[in-house]
């Protein structure tokens, strides 16, 4: 018999995979659309944040 506790645990985890995969897909749809100006500049935001 399965402990329900960690088959619960489980399907959480499935579930909050499936939900971050699911944003991750619009956030690059969104993505793909944008200039390069964009892209570079984004870029630059993400560089100045990772180095502080």
């Known amino acids: 018999m399965f402990p329900i506790i960690e088959f619960d ?3 959480k985890s499935i579930q909050e995979m499936r ?3 699911k944003r991750a897909k619009a956030a ?3 993505f793909q659309s944008y200039s390069q100006e964009q ?3 984004i870029e630059k935001i993400c560089r100045r944040n ?3």
């Open 39 to 41: 892209v570079d500049r």
């Open 28 to 30: 690059q749809e969104k």
């Open 9 to 11: 645990d489980d399907l």
């Open 19 to 21: 939900a971050a995969v």
């Open 50 to 52: 990772v180095s502080n």
